[in-house]
Every structure is written in C-alpha cells, then in structure tokens.
C-alpha cells in the first residue's frame, strides 16, 4: 500500500489552542472560489466620464510604493494610491497612453486605477496631478513581474556580505539590466516601534521610509539588498526577457506571527511578537505593496520557531499565512519556500528542532497549493564564515528557487529537471522495509559525496536513528531495510546536514530535500 504523507503538524495542530481550522479538511468553512493561478490580463477599463471639477488647490502625496524606476506588474491592473490633504476633489493620472482619475475620499486618500498591459520594456512615464497643484511624475517604469522576497535574516542578508563567498559576481552586476531593486531594512522598522515613532500595529498606507523606493541594479544599490533575491532576480532573467521587480520584504529574528496579517494572527491567538508587535513587519514591509497584485514570493523563514515545540504546528500556520497573503494580493501566486540551512556549532544550542523545522517546512509544501521547496542544508556554514548563523553562500539558493521560478512561471525546462527532488512515493512493505520513490530526480539518483547513501534513516519512536541497509532499486528508487520496525523514515534530520551527511542529489545537482514520514504500520504506539 502506498503511503502518503502524514502531516504531523496539522494532526497535532488540530488540538492545539493555536488552530487554523479553515485549511483543515472536515474543519472548516465551505470550499471559496479559487483564486486565479496566473496573472491572465483583464480587460481593458471603460472610459470614465469627465468629471465635475472645482479646481480647488490640492496638496498631495503619492505613496512611496510608486517611484521612478519601478516595475509595474503586468497582465493586472496598476491602482496608484495616495493622499491628499483635502477631504474633496479630483486626483488625475495617466500613464501608457491611457488618463483616469479619481475622486479623493473623505479621508483623503485616493487611489486611481489604470488598464493592464503587456510586459514593456521601453521606459514608460507615470504622471499624477490634480487640476490645481503640482505634477507629480515617474519616469523610467518597466512593465513586467514583481517578485517579494520575505522571511527572516537568512532572507534579509546583503548582497555586500555574500559576496565574500562570490566577490566575482560583480562582473555580472548591471544597471542595464531590466531588473529592479526595492529595499527595505527591519532595523528602521525597530527602531521606529522601539521610539515610539511607528505604530507598527495597523498596516500601514505608505512604505515607513521615506528614502525606500525603485533602483536600478547598480552595484551601489545592490550591495544592500537581499543576497537570495538578487541573486534569484538576475539568475531567472536568464530564462526570460520579462522585467523583473523585486521587492525586500524580510526582517532579522522575525517569528511567523510577526509577518502575518493581524485577522490571521488574532484567529490563531498570538498575542505577542519578539521585535515588533504582532504583525507588524507584515503591516509595515508588506502592506504597503498589497494594492497591486505579484508575481510570486521567495520566502526563507523558520529558524524563530526552532527553539521550542512550535514545529508542531508551523505547517499549519505557514500554509495559513500563505493562503492569507494571497487573498490579500488576489492571486493564488507561486510560493517558493527554502528549506533551513545547517549552521555553525552553535546552532544545535540555539535552535534545537532546526531539524523539524525543516520537516514541517516539507509537509507545509504539501498543504499550499502551487508551493515549491528549494533545499539549503548543503549551503550551510563553512569554517571562516563571520558568524554561525548566517551562511555566506547564497547564490545556489538564488539559483535553485530561479530554476524553480522559470519553470512554473514562465514554462523553462523540464520539471524533472527544474524542481527540487523530493520523494514521489513511500510504500511500507509487509516485511519490514520501505520503498522510496523519488521525483524531479533528473536521470537518476546521484551522490554529492561518497559511494553509499547518507543522512536517509529509520528512526526510533523513543528517539535515535535506526541501523539499516539501503538497496538501490533502479535509478529512481530505494529500499531501506531497518532491523527492526522503525517509528519513522528521515532524511536531512540532523543539525550539519552537509553534502557529506546527506548526499543524495539529482543528476543536476540539486540536493534532496529533508523530510519525515510515519510509519503507517508502526505497533509500537
């Protein structure tokens, strides 16, 4: 009998006071509409009627989401959202051939809609302006794909700082390029909260700083900026000739309640953050961005939730967050998720369950539609990194979640090929043993490090791996024969999970990601 996976964290999870019971089967509400899958355009807007206009004097401000040398996304329509300090009148815009307008609400905001239009790569000219007032104007937009890279520090680590490990990519850095860059820093977030200058408890209208905006990739700009997301960014523009935004939306130490919605968060009874308050870098580094729909989402997050049991139910709160963000954005985006990588000694102290983390980061895959998994273990620290808690190598995590991007997004590649290897099926056999069957293998199973397979183990219900044989079945598949019956099978379970430990890889040289399954015939309960 073939054996799919057993989600530990939603079985648990389900009886915990933190549960979201609208992903669980039998739990909650009616099924929803679907959301769209790919961003198929809509059709163009109808001419609006001239309006009744006073021409009164306004002042205004455009939101800090919208700046020179941006990326529109494509295929979808552009809402340019701002403020005005009156109460009344008529905000206009035109952009791409096309002028609309909209009515300034009692609370002075505005946000006037534009058609969507086809990927362009001949700088276009955004212009906002009221009858009365200044002109405000945006020159040199792309219209393309807006990529958001989010997570926790391993996300948010500079390019400057990778490129210790890579200091030769700088050769391919280009300003030219039809990418561009939008960074934000969590410090600035922290900072505000901590002074009391930011109220990072609602979410926020406008982008907190107001010197973050649109950059082209100069490598003045690029320094700064996400390692995985430029290093994505510039890898996936191999595959295609679409613009592409990318857009930092990551915080050092963030736990998963702090980046998602407050609705979410309040449903599943956090009352507390560790930077900022509940929500609050989704509020501050993602709200901002919500008007217009995205592309797709790079996430690296987890290592916050590896101290205690919260892998127990981070599946179930991922695959909530995600299914949130993308009622939010409208769009049932690609969610491209890297799994945690090993860290330096003291990473065992610091963060026990890394391991299960990495487990619940897997069955959190099988949870959320159109999600992919991207392995990291093998990039993890090397003896003269700065510190053990920040791999420098961050470029084959760029490359892989670009290989993975290029193929569900823009039809690059095989799958087999392209996507992480992961296991197909896991058959319990009457005598003991389990045949693992492996996919997005490539051509077959091949070994980053030595001439048998490592890191792929029964493992005890008390704890402890089990003594086992590995037969190879043909080049796709495994038989692991346990001495005795096993709890579980693992693979990648262990703290240093380098090349040498765990070492089966695809025939591209993407490493197998780490996973747990249960024994559906284990007695020993």
């Not at 530990?8 to 999870?13: L, M, W």
């Not at 406008?206 to 996400?226: I, Q």
């Not at 592309?295 to 049991?309: A, I, R």
Request: glycine share 8%; net charge negative.
């Amino acid at each position: 009998m073939k054996k799919k996976l057993r989600v530990i964290g939603v079985v648990v999870a389900c009886v915990l006071a933190f549960t979201y019971i609208a992903i669980l089967p039998g739990c909650g509400p009616a099924e929803k509409e679907p959301l769209p899958r790919t961003n198929i355009a809509p059709p163009a807007l109808e001419p609006q009627p001239e309006p009744r206009d006073s021409g009164e004097l306004i002042t205004y401000t455009v939101s800090r989401a919208f700046s020179s040398d941006m990326v529109v996304q494509r295929n979808a329509y552009l809402n340019v959202s701002g403020k005005a300090d009156q109460s009344k009148g008529i905000i206009y815009g035109e952009f791409m051939g096309e002028k609309r307008y909209a009515r300034i609400a009692k609370d002075g905001s505005f946000t006037i809609q534009f058609s969507s239009h086809e990927a362009e790569t001949e700088p276009q000219t955004l212009k906002i302006y009221p009858k009365n007032g200044e002109v405000t104007e945006f020159t040199d937009i792309l219209v393309g794909d807006v990529w958001m890279i989010s997570g926790q520090s391993n996300a948010e680590m500079s390019y400057s700082l990778a490129r210790q490990r890579y200091p030769e990519y700088d050769d391919r850095v280009n300003e030219n390029d039809c990418i561009r860059v939008f960074f934000q820093a969590a410090a600035d977030i922290v900072t505000g909260v901590n002074e009391g200058l930011l109220d990072a408890t609602v979410p926020a209208d406008n982008v907190v700083h107001e010197d973050w905006r649109w950059k082209k990739t100069t490598l003045a700009n690029v320094y700064p900026f996400s390692a995985i997301g430029y290093y994505f960014g510039k890898e996936l523009s191999q595959y295609t000739d679409v613009p592409l935004g990318l857009v930092m939306a990551a915080a050092g130490g963030a736990a998963i309640q702090e980046l998602m919605p407050g609705e979410l968060a309040e449903k599943l009874g956090y009352t507390a953050g560790a930077a900022v308050p509940v929500s609050g870098y989704y509020n501050t580094l993602i709200h901002p961005f919500t008007g217009n729909r995205i592309t797709g989402m790079l996430f690296y997050q987890g290592e916050s939730e590896s101290g205690g049991d919260q892998y127990l139910f981070y599946a179930n709160h991922l695959a909530a967050t995600v299914e949130s963000y993308r009622e939010i954005f409208g769009i049932e985006f690609p969610f491209i998720n890297v799994q945690l990588s090993s860290h330096g000694i003291a990473g065992s102290s610091f963060w026990p369950k890394l391991p299960r983390i990495r487990a619940a980061q897997y069955d959190a895959s099988k949870l959320i539609p159109n999600s992919f998994i991207v392995a990291s273990m093998d990039q993890g620290y090397l003896k003269g990194d700065p510190e053990w808690a920040h791999p420098m190598r961050k470029y084959q995590i760029g490359y892989r979640t670009a290989r993975v991007a290029a193929f569900v997004s823009y039809g690059k590649g095989e799958e087999s090929h392209m996507l992480t290897p992961e296991p197909e099926t896991v058959t319990w056999n009457e005598d003991g043993s389990v045949t693992v069957k492996f996919k997005n293998i490539g051509d077959g199973i091949t070994l980053a490090a030595g001439d048998k397979i490592e890191g792929l183990y029964p493992f005890y219900s008390y704890g402890g791996k089990m003594s086992c044989t590995i037969e190879m079945i043909d080049s796709f598949t495994v038989k692991v024969v346990p001495k005795e019956q096993p709890y579980s099978i693992r693979y990648g379970m262990m703290q240093d999970a380098t090349p040498e430990a765990a070492n089966i890889m695809s025939s591209d040289g993407i490493p197998l990601i780490a996973f747990e399954f249960l024994n559906e015939n284990y007695t020993g309960y």
